[in-house]
């Protein structure tokens, strides 16, 4: 399975992958990163990962009371990706972003992908 290799040939930093915006009254683009935050555990599946943040979560604006479940599962070709957040803040979690492993580049050679340029 192309997905299954692309999983397990990723280090662990690669799926440690989350934004979460909590917009503050004089900072409107308060955003947590998830790479920036300590990863409290995860489990193994047959068929994928559970990763859990644990928080509170710290960014240059403060601390938090915040928690992540990210659950990344193999689905044939394909690899799909859901998330919870916990938010024990007052401040409405405006926008979660996640399936941002590996950045933009991918996990392997583009070529003979429908993304690749022509030549």
């Not at 690669?14 to 308060?30: K, V, Y």
């Not at 920036?36 to 995860?42: H, N, P, V």
């Not at 604006?61 to 007052?90: H, K, P």
Request: with cysteine; net charge positive; glycine share 6%.
């Amino acid at each position: 399975m192309i997905a299954s290799a692309a999983m397990s040939s990723l280090p662990t930093r690669d799926w440690r992958q989350f934004r979460l915006l909590l917009p503050l009254e004089n900072l409107e683009c308060n955003y947590i990163i998830g790479s920036e935050q300590r990863l409290a555990s995860f489990e193994r599946t047959e068929t994928g990962l559970t990763l859990h943040w644990k928080g509170p979560f710290r960014n240059e604006a403060g601390r938090f009371d915040l928690d992540v479940t990210l659950w990344i599962e193999l689905v044939d070709d394909s690899v799909q990706f859901r998330c919870r957040v916990v938010n024990r803040t007052r401040i409405s979690c405006f926008r979660s972003l996640v399936a941002q492993c590996c950045g933009m580049t991918g996990t392997a050679e583009r070529s003979g992908t429908a993304g690749q340029p022509r030549q």
